[in-house]
């Protein structure tokens, strides 16, 4: 159910036998079931609001887990295998969070510890998510349910390393979540599903890691007609042991011989990232550009502004034109045109002392 935690899981494990002894959908005897249990988020969600420190532990994850398993398994229920599905990293929780005010609001009540953790509970998030995982595949690599051929449990590891789902536009893509922020909405949960089966389709030690948007439905094989288990993936797994499987979607999943899912590695982080950044820098550059280009323009209008209002007209001696108290040169009528003051040599004029010019500097003038 949802919001449960592992705690709730023994409980959940005898109402699901009641269902498969009395529902007369299910032979009991001859029909084989697949039960998944995926579960854990909330366990981390709530880990730092546990005052004793204590019932979210990775231990206790453990414990729980493992009595709930022993319910299922001790109940003798035929011809069953059981999905168990590591937690995914509720780290992504922030992501969430500062990409929607809605998710804000709701983060606070349903997953504080992720969404909103301290430096210091951040590394115990950290750590616990880890620990979770590998407690979970210690204990199912031990072999302590395969003494039966009608009843195993497979680690499908496929949400332990898979990422937010991203936009084109490289912003969080919403839809594959319920309004709650957290759940998944109706395409979140076919991507999870089919993300599953094909896992089912993969051999033990070969599963990919991460689920890949886009990714096609598999088929059993004529040599492979069957779910793999831990019994039945040597022969499959040797033959995928040195192969690299290039995905037609933005990532990469190298198929490695041993069992910890540690060592199947995705690069489709770095992929949206890089082509992120790509993107930023041609971005920033166009628009440093632009701003450059004008004030380049602005800069040059205010010059030729400044230019024209502080020209000087000024007195030229000689036959030039000039104009002293309103007596005027009438040869030269047009009265607006303007001279630079250095740009001619003094003359004489017979307006000055002995027809001589007075030394002047710039356009300061002496008369007698």
Known sequence: KSWDSSSQMVYQAELLINRLKHDKLCDWDKDWKVITLFVGSNDLCSFCEDSNSTKHTPEQYMHNIRDTLNKLYNASIPRTLINLVPVLNVRNVKDLRNGNYICQILYKKTCPCAAF????????LEDYIIRYHQLLFDFIGSGRYEDRDDFTVVIQPFMVKTKLPYKDNHKIDFSYFAPDCFHFSGKG????????WNNMLEPVGGKKSSWHIGESLKC??????YIFTWKNSAKALDEFK????V??????STISSDTSIYDVN??????RK???TKFDISSNKMKFITVTGFLFIITMILIIG???RRKVRVFIPGNERHDFNGIDNSQYHDDNEEVEVWSRTNTKSNYFKNNETIKQHGTRISFE
């Open 117 to 124: 953790p301290t430096a210091e509970q951040a590394k115990t």
């Open 189 to 196: 949960h076919s991507l999870a599903a089919l993300s599953l």
């Open 220 to 225: 059993p094989t004529k040599e492979y007609p």
């Open 242 to 245: 040195h192969t690299t499987i």
């Open 247 to 252: 995905q037609t979607t933005n990532s990469i």
């Open 266 to 271: 995705s690069t489709s982080q770095y992929h």
């Open 274 to 276: 890089h082509k992120k």
């Open 306 to 308: 400044i230019v024209r």
